[in-house]
């Protein structure tokens, strides 16, 4: 029989130790932060770290084996006719690998808290289908959530494509609700 080892106290392992240097100016923003969320410095960070992995995962160039869970998140699962006819275009042309994508623009709204973060996005993305020229819009509604004992928080994305800008603002209108007015960019301007 083995005895157990004695307990060390200290706090339980999130994962591997990332040492990370900061410039002074940003250390002293980042534990301003962190004060004013209630936490410390690195969980302020990897709430921070998590959330932008979030966004980056749909306001960038799409790779080539990434069309299908884009769009499912984007259209192909839509109630909305209009964004699952746009989605269900955009899944053919992929599976032919006959999308080429040009500029993105990202225009948005967030509100940050304590407990998380609620953002609303519209990005414009040029594409050409089977060398045709297509203006998609994109709107991009994400909610995320750090509860207190786990971390890693709850993100929900959630979002429709469309390819008219009237219907766009119309969706962008709904995922902007309960984001309060305030320093916006573009269309929110």
Do not use: C
Not at 51 to 79: K, T
Not at 113 to 141: C, D, F, I, M, N
């Amino acid at each position: 029989m083995t005895t157990p080892e004695p307990d060390k106290g200290g706090r339980p392992a999130i994962g591997p130790k990332v040492p990370i240097n900061f410039p002074t100016h940003l250390l002293r923003l980042i534990d301003l932060m962190a004060t004013e969320a209630g936490t410390t410095r690195a969980e302020w960070v990897r709430r921070t770290l998590k959330g932008a992995a979030n966004l980056e995962a749909y306001e960038r160039h799409i790779a080539p084996g990434e069309w299908g869970s884009f769009l499912a998140i984007f259209g192909l699962r839509s109630q909305d006719p209009e964004a699952k006819a746009v989605a269900r275009k955009l899944h053919a042309a992929a599976t032919e690998g006959a999308i080429t994508q040009g500029d993105i623009i990202v225009q948005a709204r967030e509100r940050r808290h304590e407990s998380g973060y609620h953002r609303a996005a519209l990005v414009t993305r040029e594409l050409l289908l089977h060398g045709e020229p297509l203006t998609v819009y994109q709107v991009v509604k994400v909610r995320v959530s750090y509860p207190d004992i786990d971390w890693e928080g709850n993100a929900t994305v959630g979002g429709w494509l469309l390819d008219n800008l009237p219907s766009a603002i119309e969706f962008l209108e709904v995922a902007a609700e309960g984001i309060p007015q305030g320093p916006a960019t573009g269309i929110f301007a």
